[in-house]
């Protein structure tokens, strides 16, 4: 048998990572790549108590490869790339505005960005699950949340899209800055106007917020902070989400007797969602830094390693999931790390859960029956999420 081979970078392996991961699971669950000088954690109990020590496995230097190799910085404000207790005076700022129960207050919101995609293409041959749905209205959400006109939406997307974007060898990503400086000139102009015009959304909500910092002191957000929390909700909102909506399209094709049960039974959408982020999970590969020596079955990785915490593969681990490779709309343990665990669990989870479910129920309000132009279909590549960025798919009337 050949020797295991992971590499984030390879576009080959990328495309079907999930036989390379078991084989990590099953031969390799501690594994080393030399080339890329990091470590690869793959099965669920490690990767689930990993997530949740962020004092052992620091985010603090970044979540992303290319990020920690560049020696790059994220603006402050970033929570995913900050540690305690930074990240906490952070987090719990922007959780008293970004609650569950507002999101749940936009859902007639997202319905409705969704019949403006969807209903001109009914009587239609087909719809590209990316093109006419998944880029479309997450970005139309977010946008609306933070207060980004409409006009300009569209253009921060794909050059967000871009900034993630990765080439073969590595290069380009996030080690290449943070949504570009076109973006982040184009969003401190944001702030201005917000604070001159202030308005019911997330950026001015985040301008007029007081919190207590790391020092114990009582102020409101200085503008590298604001631009950080910014840049992130701008970039979460659109990237995950998109993916999400792409990976439901897909396994919804490629199992299409499931795509029959959830047709008779759209009560059953909600955890058709969560087996979706069960079985791709969208964001699939978390970076760390340990903090102090470890051991890991057998072998001590020195403090400073870098440490690839594959929650896609922990996804699919058959010690904790029964025939974790069966794609299961009706599965009852979808308890996932898609959104992962800890600490850094996704603040924004209730809102992508929603606009998941959403798209799902109003595509399938329209069509019950969809087959994947294979041919045509492309995956977006980065290190940071995975999934298609283009979904083209032939319908048939319900």
């Given at each position: 048998?050949?020797?295991i081979?992971?590499?984030?970078?390879?576009f080959?392996i990328d495309?079907?990572?999930?036989?390379v991961?078991?084989?990590?699971?099953?031969?390799?669950?501690?594994y080393?790549?030399?080339?890329?000088?990091?470590?690869?954690?793959?099965?669920?109990?490690?990767?689930?108590?990993?997530l949740?020590?962020?004092?052992?496995?620091?985010?603090?230097?970044?979540?992303?490869?290319e990020?920690?190799?560049?020696?790059?910085t994220a603006?402050p404000?970033t929570?995913l790339f900050?540690d305690?207790?930074?990240?906490d005076a952070?987090?719990?700022?922007?959780?008293r505005l970004?609650?569950?129960r507002r999101?749940a207050e936009?859902?007639?919101?997202?319905r409705?960005?969704?019949?403006?995609?969807l209903?001109p293409?009914?009587g239609g041959?087909?719809?590209?699950f990316?093109?006419?749905l998944?880029s479309?209205?997450?970005?139309?959400?977010?946008?609306?949340?933070?207060?980004?006109?409409e006009?300009d939406?569209?253009a921060?997307r794909d050059r967000?899209?871009?900034s993630?974007?990765?080439?073969e060898?590595g290069?380009?990503?996030?080690?290449?800055?943070?949504g570009?400086?076109?973006?982040?000139?184009?969003?401190?102009e944001?702030?201005?106007?917000?604070?001159?015009n202030?308005?019911?959304?997330?950026?001015?909500?985040l301008?007029?917020?007081?919190f207590v910092?790391?020092?114990?002191k009582e102020r409101?957000?200085?503008?590298?902070?604001l631009l950080?929390?910014?840049m992130?909700?701008?970039?979460?909102g659109?990237e995950t989400?998109t993916?999400?909506?792409?990976?439901t399209?897909h396994?919804?094709d490629r199992f299409?007797?499931?795509r029959?049960?959830?047709a008779?039974?759209?009560?059953l959408?909600?955890?058709?969602?969560e087996?979706v982020l069960?079985?791709e999970?969208p964001?699939?590969?978390?970076a760390r830094?340990?903090m102090?020596?470890m051991?890991?079955?057998?072998?001590?990785l020195e403090?400073?390693s870098?440490l690839l915490?594959?929650?896609g593969?922990?996804?699919r681990?058959?010690r904790?999931y029964?025939?974790?490779?069966?794609?299961?709309?009706?599965?009852?343990?979808t308890h996932?790390?898609?959104?992962?665990?800890?600490?850094?669990?996704?603040l924004?989870?209730s809102?992508a859960?929603?606009e998941?479910i959403?798209?799902?129920?109003e595509?399938l309000?329209?069509w019950?029956?969809?087959?994947?132009?294979?041919?045509?279909?492309?995956m977006?590549r980065?290190?940071?999420?995975?999934g298609w960025?283009?979904?083209p798919?032939r319908?048939?009337?319900s």
């Amino acid at each position: 048998m050949s020797q295991i081979y992971y590499d984030p970078y390879d576009f080959e392996i990328d495309a079907d990572p999930h036989p390379v991961w078991k084989r990590m699971r099953d031969e390799a669950p501690l594994y080393r790549n030399d080339e890329h000088d990091f470590w690869a954690l793959s099965r669920f109990d490690d990767v689930e108590a990993a997530l949740a020590d962020w004092r052992t496995y620091s985010s603090a230097r970044g979540t992303v490869l290319e990020l920690i190799r560049s020696g790059a910085t994220a603006p402050p404000g970033t929570i995913l790339f900050e540690d305690p207790p930074l990240h906490d005076a952070h987090r719990a700022l922007l959780a008293r505005l970004f609650t569950p129960r507002r999101i749940a207050e936009i859902e007639p919101q997202v319905r409705a960005y969704c019949a403006r995609s969807l209903d001109p293409l009914v009587g239609g041959s087909g719809f590209d699950f990316i093109a006419d749905l998944g880029s479309q209205m997450p970005m139309r959400v977010i946008g609306m949340l933070l207060g980004i006109p409409e006009e300009d939406q569209e253009a921060i997307r794909d050059r967000i899209d871009a900034s993630l974007s990765i080439q073969e060898d590595g290069s380009g990503g996030l080690g290449d800055g943070f949504g570009g400086a076109a973006t982040m000139d184009r969003f401190r102009e944001y702030i201005e106007w917000r604070r001159k015009n202030p308005s019911d959304d997330l950026m001015t909500d985040l301008l007029r917020a007081r919190f207590v910092d790391d020092e114990g002191k009582e102020r409101t957000l200085r503008d590298d902070e604001l631009l950080g929390y910014i840049m992130l909700l701008a970039a979460a909102g659109n990237e995950t989400t998109t993916r999400l909506i792409g990976w439901t399209g897909h396994l919804l094709d490629r199992f299409p007797d499931q795509r029959r049960i959830l047709a008779e039974d759209r009560s059953l959408v909600s955890n058709a969602i969560e087996e979706v982020l069960r079985y791709e999970a969208p964001s699939p590969v978390q970076a760390r830094v340990l903090m102090r020596p470890m051991e890991h079955h057998g072998t001590r990785l020195e403090e400073g390693s870098t440490l690839l915490l594959l929650n896609g593969s922990a996804n699919r681990d058959d010690r904790h999931y029964p025939d974790a490779d069966r794609f299961d709309v009706r599965r009852e343990d979808t308890h996932h790390l898609s959104f992962g665990h800890g600490i850094h669990f996704c603040l924004g989870a209730s809102l992508a859960r929603l606009e998941a479910i959403v798209a799902l129920d109003e595509v399938l309000a329209r069509w019950t029956d969809w087959e994947v132009d294979r041919e045509r279909a492309a995956m977006a590549r980065t290190s940071t999420v995975r999934g298609w960025k283009s979904l083209p798919a032939r319908v048939s009337a319900s």
